[in-house]
């Protein structure tokens, strides 16, 4: 079945680094356009970034622009949000989400929890 | 940047009809989508390019568009429908943006 299986998530310290993944399968993973969303605990949904389906586009949410990095491996049909610079409001559950067509989102994956905090 | 607006809440009893509505300036030219999100799950997709209802939603859903404003209406509201419902669209470069959502409640 389509499944999205994100992982990396954690609590980091204010500044630091880290690498979301998110393993697809089910799917032919080379010919979707993948998205990053995020949701603060208790608030709404937030788009976070894009990638087209061969890598050779990508688009940011104003929030992250210059901080985060979203990049793919078709290869191994493998997702990544590559995070600097982390801050305390980027604490929220990632989701991973394959554009199914434009606006669509589906499936998604069950997010990973980032927690920035000292 | 771009803001989709939304109401934070709207309340509706058990079987009567319910409309969240979505502003925003670019939805005159962009298509918009409403996803439904329940507690601890991930959203749904309830209505995509305005108006189309995805195969597996129940025929009380529907959505329309005029002029900047979108809508999502649900037409003999039952229990299971009170959730979180955000509208989702893009600004003229294609950048996406969601609304704030807005709160269901089902009296």
């Known amino acids: 079945q389509v499944q999205l299986v994100e992982s990396g998530g954690g609590v980091v310290q204010p500044g630091r680094s880290l690498r979301l993944s998110c393993a697809a399968s089910g799917f032919t993973f080379s010919t979707y356009g993948m998205h990053w969303v995020r949701q603060p605990p208790g608030k709404g949904l937030e788009w976070v970034a894009v990638i087209w389906y061969d890598g050779n586009n990508k688009y940011y949410a104003d929030s992250v622009k210059g901080r985060f990095t979203i990049s793919r491996d078709n290869s191994k049909n493998t997702l990544y949000l590559q995070m600097n610079s982390l801050r305390a409001e980027d604490t929220a559950l990632y989701y991973c989400?394959?554009?199914?067509?434009?606006?669509?989102?589906?499936?998604w994956g069950q997010g990973t929890l980032v927690t920035v905090s000292s | 940047s771009y803001e989709l607006t939304q109401p934070p809440s709207v309340s509706v009893s058990l079987g009567q009809m319910a409309r969240i509505t979505c502003s925003g300036e670019?939805?005159?030219?962009?298509?918009a989508y409403w996803y439904q999100q329940k507690p601890g799950q991930a959203p749904v997709l309830v209505i995509y390019k305005d108006s189309e209802r995805p195969s597996g939603i129940p025929e009380r859903f529907s959505g329309s568009s005029s002029g900047t404003i979108v809508t999502l209406t649900i037409s003999g509201v039952q229990a299971e429908d009170e959730a979180d419902y955000y509208c989702?669209?893009?600004?003229?470069?294609?950048?996406?943006?969601f609304g704030g959502g807005t709160k269901l409640t089902v009296l």
């Open positions: 989702l669209s893009a600004d003229s470069s294609g950048t996406v943006v």
């Open positions: 989400t394959r554009e199914f067509i434009a606006g669509w989102f589906d499936p």
């Open positions: 670019a939805l005159p030219k962009k298509y």
